[in-house]
């Protein structure tokens, strides 16, 4: 229900409304009732109104705003399985193909190797 309320208070809707709901308490108290006003000039009687309003409002915006953080942090944590299940998976994935790296490079050092002696044995083989 705090929601709802919030949601509502922080509308145009809301907005415009309590303001022509605000025009209309001074024009009537000014206009209307000449002689005996429920509210004259300075209007006090709506400045009690509006803090009111303010007072009520306050809390139930700040019970509002718990409720959304309260989502917000179950929300998180929903997320936050799959990404460190990534994660884990991406590590993993990079360590298969840093072990396939070694291995290439080991086969790249043999082939290397053999080139060599090759090369020597060639190079002997001329010499005699």
Known sequence: MADRMAKFGG???????????????????????????????????????LSCLAAIQAPIIMMSQSRQAEKDRLQANK????????????????????????????SLLELQRIQLELTEELIDGKKK
Request: charged share 20%; aromatic share 20%.
């Open 11 to 49: 509308s145009w809707k809301f907005i415009l409304s309590f303001f022509f709901l605000l025009i209309l308490w001074m024009v009537i108290n000014t206009l209307f009732f000449t002689e005996e006003r429920f509210d004259p000039y300075p209007f006090i009687l709506l400045n009690l109104v």
């Open 79 to 106: 997320e936050y399985q799959p990404n460190l299940k990534a994660e884990l998976e991406i590590q993993q994935l990079h360590s298969r193909l840093d072990l396939f790296m070694k291995q290439q490079w080991e």
